[in-house]
């Protein structure tokens, strides 16, 4: 049981340039989400899914778009990237239950920068 | 809109002292709260969380919350700190989507120091 996972750890764009974050988690979570954390900020939602075909906006999701396929994968696409993306992003997923405890597990992270 | 404040941007602590971090929420209803700690260069890790009932929470590392209504305030403490405890710590705001699946808003975060 990996959990959630992400790749790229690091990467390093210029301006202009498009990339796909990826996120898998083998959980069977039906919720997954997208955060980026930057200093003196903590975490804010980009985008998030509560399944397969379903996504929404979060707190600030210019730049970023989304697509949910399948239950396992969420990536995260910068389509055209700016140096104000550069942040750390994090993937997180958990449970869609009707009670009880709906803990958040979030991946390593990936680091990006834009030059 | 719910948002979380954590007064402390930075504490130091003796190893072996107790701890207490801040945490302030505004949210309207009945909030989900929760407690993460990030190690350097590391991903977040849950240390508890409420969700209704007792409003002292147990979690993991030794760690409990206590949440006061009247207060808007959700504090985390842990009666002796340990030197692996050194990390970052934020506290959240989870506003429900459907289920028990819930946005968080995260607060800015305090950096723990553990001295020796």
């Known amino acids: 049981n990996a959990g959630v996972t992400q790749t790229p750890k690091f990467q390093v764009l210029k301006t202009g340039q498009s990339m796909t974050l990826q996120c898998a988690q083998d959980m069977n979570h039906e919720y997954m989400s997208w955060y980026r954390q930057d200093p003196g900020m903590g975490l804010r939602l980009i985008h998030y899914s509560v399944g397969a075909g379903i996504t929404d906006q979060g707190e600030v999701p210019n730049g970023y778009n989304v697509s949910r396929s399948t239950t396992e994968d969420f990536p995260l696409r910068l389509l055209s990237a700016a140096p104000s993306q550069t942040s750390v992003y994090f993937c997180?997923?958990?449970?869609?239950?009707?009670?009880?405890?709906?803990?958040?597990?979030f991946g390593p992270g990936t680091r990006l920068t834009v030059l | 809109a719910q948002s979380v404040t954590q007064p402390d941007i930075h504490i130091t602590v003796s190893e072996g002292a107790s701890l207490e971090l801040r945490c302030n929420y505004s949210y309207g209803a009945t909030p989900y709260l929760f407690w993460y700690v990030q190690s350097p260069g590391q991903g977040l890790q849950l240390l508890l969380k409420y969700f209704s009932g007792d409003t002292l929470v147990q979690g993991i590392k030794g760690f409990e919350a206590e949440f006061k209504r009247s207060q808007s305030s959700f504090n985390l403490r842990k009666p002796s700190v340990h030197w692996s405890d050194a990390a970052e710590y934020f506290c959240?705001?989870?506003?429900?989507?459907?289920?028990?699946?819930?946005?968080?808003?995260f607060g800015t975060g305090t950096r723990l120091q553990v001295t020796l």
């Open positions: 997180a997923s958990s449970y869609l239950r009707t009670s009880g405890s709906n803990t958040q597990y």
């Open positions: 959240a705001v989870g506003l429900p989507i459907t289920g028990t699946a819930s946005k968080l808003t």
